[in-house]
């Protein structure tokens, strides 16, 4: 793509507005508990005090609206406390420049860092270190710079009480996430009837998981409906595609294959209600002709083998999700949907809880993450060294423009920078945009107006209140909110507005422009990376389906652990590949040694090879079955090569599976050999055929693998 076309296509994704479902009641919370931060801090200590601590409260309630499972009040006291600090500190060194400078820097490329642990810590940080820029101008000295730190931090405390005195759905994103999950299952059940070999996307049951992380303390709080469906859920997935694929003895067409259908619409009908049970908490809703489904007879007499298999199997886990999703109701509901479902149970042992590192021991887990990316090709690196180069350079530049109020520069810069290309020219344009339309709006009001500082303050509010409502809509039309609410606050501080609307619309296009410049001057492209996530996820996969092989081989020491860490593995490295894609079809960078068809047909190939190990784990033999002989050399080989794989394809070769053919022949020849040793009428271990015939389908894949990115 030319300079040219990815300047347009991040221009026009960044002034981009989209309808979103609204969320009006933690708006006006938020904006409420501005409001009363302001009106304290007006009372007791006057307005340029209020400025201060408005901004650490306006800070607070953002800091909440970002996408984390932690608990909001958590969230609100750590932007506070933390801007309160940098506050602090930023006035102590701001008399002396090269001091500041060297906090800043500092302070900039921490919080470039950040995006290691996350998003949501590089947001915090980076909106710290920018209003922290503002923040630092409005003390006179080192008690009232104190003075506005405590405030700002007191503005944390007021938006954390009133999450925890006013609560809005309690544990609502959890529940929105563990629904989400289970309605992309029930979608995936309803497109199976139609394409037995779909492709499911992974990514609600990754954003389940990361929803379900607790600590001791929230497990113990948590609704008895998030608790127990997750597990459940996540194994429906390859029983569901188990049934549906021909390849495992369903034909096409016939009976067999229409009460497949039936079976696959009756779950697809049970998992939505138990999706709505869980987003709503109220008792599961079972729809009467999905359980007839479930219950009738026809079952056990149109299917034998592994589609029989399956097909109990499903009903006993959509028996366990309904049953967890009925959460805290009467026995004798849940006794009802475990009989509706025709639950067949089987005895495990209770799972622990998801664990999650509690605040105290978040501190060590977010420096590991940060001492990871300190290294050469990282792209955090990269995002951390930028951050801090434009931040110094753009203070310095504001300082020796006539202009005043130099911080607007760097304050912009930092604002929308981000470690992607596409994410901060669009926002670096739409920066500029909103702030444009938001002051201008502002000054027109003022002018038109002239409020005292009441009003301006009461002005400030409503910006507020609309940036919070209005902030999923677009960067663009909350940064027209931002520009609005900056615009009062400072009048209501005794800034000259006049000066002030010129100098922001001014310095806020010289600091997206530094912005723009600084990546394309030192750029962490992903297109050039291509080849190494592909590899990875190469990698995974074959170690996902070398794991299931790995259960045939000694089921009564299998370890489901090593399974599930494969499987994780596989989703994550799926997600970094799909995501890498998207980057790199918006840089200016041309391709690297992989074309958009090979990475088209590659991708498609790791799906259906992922997809093949997921059937084989809907079938991993109990613990009192045989042992497949011979199994755990082939999955050996298979997981030798594709490590070796991925490293070809990070090398720009093509990989040779002929490793992996001669040992499935040799495994097939001793087969046989023991199958006309054995006595006659005996029967192979359960799972020998499977294991045959699913290992032949994973090399088929790996061989078009190979093809697809020669092409």
Known sequence: MSWLRAL?????????????????????????????????????????????????????????????????????????????VTTFLGYVTG??????????????????????????????AASNVAIMLVTVTLPTSVAQAALHGAM???????QAALIV?????????????????????????????????????????????????????????????????????????????????????????????????????????LLDAAARAIRTGHPVKLPAPAVAALRTPDTGALLTGPPLRAADRLAALLSDVIEAAEGDGTKEERAGAEEAAGAIKDSRPPAEHHRRPGLLRLAPVILRAMRREVHHGSPILRHAIRLAAVAGVGYLLGRLLPLGHGY????????????????????????????????????????????????????????????YLLMRT??????????????????????????????????????????MISYAVYPAWETPRLRTRLGDWLRADGRYAAAVVDQYADPAERGQDDVRQALLATREARVAWQEAVATALHEPVRHRGLSHAAADATQHTL???????????????????????????????LRRATDRGAKAVR?????????????????EAECRAREEAAEPGAPPPAGTGLVRNNVALLLDALEDFSRGLDS
Request: with cysteine.
């Open 474 to 515: 677009g960067y663009a039309v909350a940064q027209a909110c931002v520009g609005a609410y900056v615009v009062f606050l400072l009048g209501m501080a005794g800034d000259d507005l006049g000066q002030t609307v010129f100098e922001r619309v001014l310095l806020t296009l010289g600091g997206g422009l530094l912005a």
């Open 95 to 124: 008399p002396h420049l090269p001091l500041f400078l060297l906090l800043l820097i500092t302070w900039t490329f921490l919080a470039g860092l950040a995006w290691a642990a996350g998003p949501t810590g590089g947001i915090i």
């Open 408 to 467: 607007w520069a760097p304050m912009a810069a930092v604002m929308v920078m981000r470690p992607e290309f596409s994410q901060t020219y669009s926002r670096a344009v739409a920066r500029f945009g909103g702030t444009l339309v938001g002051v201008f709006l502002a000054s027109a009001i003022v002018e038109a107006a002239h409020p005292g500082t009441g009003p301006l303050a009461a002005l400030a509010v409503v910006c507020a209140l609309l940036m």
């Open 651 to 667: 090398e720009r070769r093509v990989p040779d599976w002929t490793p992996v053919w001669e040992a499935l022949e040799r495994w």
């Open 165 to 269: 005195l006013f609560p809005i759905r309690r544990w609502g994103a959890q529940r929105d996430a563990l629904a989400d999950a289970l309605a992309a299952e029930a979608d995936y059940a309803r497109r199976l009837r139609h394409d037995p070999v779909a492709h499911f996307d992974p990514v609600p049951l990754m954003l389940a998981r990361r929803a379900a992380a607790v600590t001791a303390r929230e497990a113990r709080r948590r609704p008895a409906e998030l608790h127990g469906s997750r597990g459940p859920a996540e194994r429906i997935r390859p029983v569901l595609a188990s049934l549906a694929d021909p390849a495992m003895g369903v034909p096409a067409e016939g009976p067999e294959r229409d009460r497949v259908r039936e079976l696959l619409a009756a779950a697809g009908s």
């Open 152 to 158: 700002i931090m007191f503005g944390g405390v007021v």
């Open 607 to 637: 799906a259906q090879l992922g997809r093949v190990a997921m059937l084989l784990e809907a079938h991993i033999p109990r613990s009192e079955a045989r042992p497949v002989p011979g199994a755990a050399a082939l999955a050996d080989a």
């Open 8 to 84: 347009k296509e991040t221009a026009r994704s960044g002034l981009k507005i989209e309808r979103r479902r609204l969320e009006p009641l933690i708006a006006v919370r938020g904006a409420a508990g501005l409001a009363l931060v302001i009106g304290v801090a007006l009372a007791l200590f006057g307005p340029v005090v209020a400025a201060s601590s408005a901004f650490g409260a306006f800070q607070a309630a953002i800091a909440t609206f970002q996408r984390s499972w932690r608990p909001r009040p958590v969230l609100a006291l750590v932007s506070g406390v933390s801007l309160g």
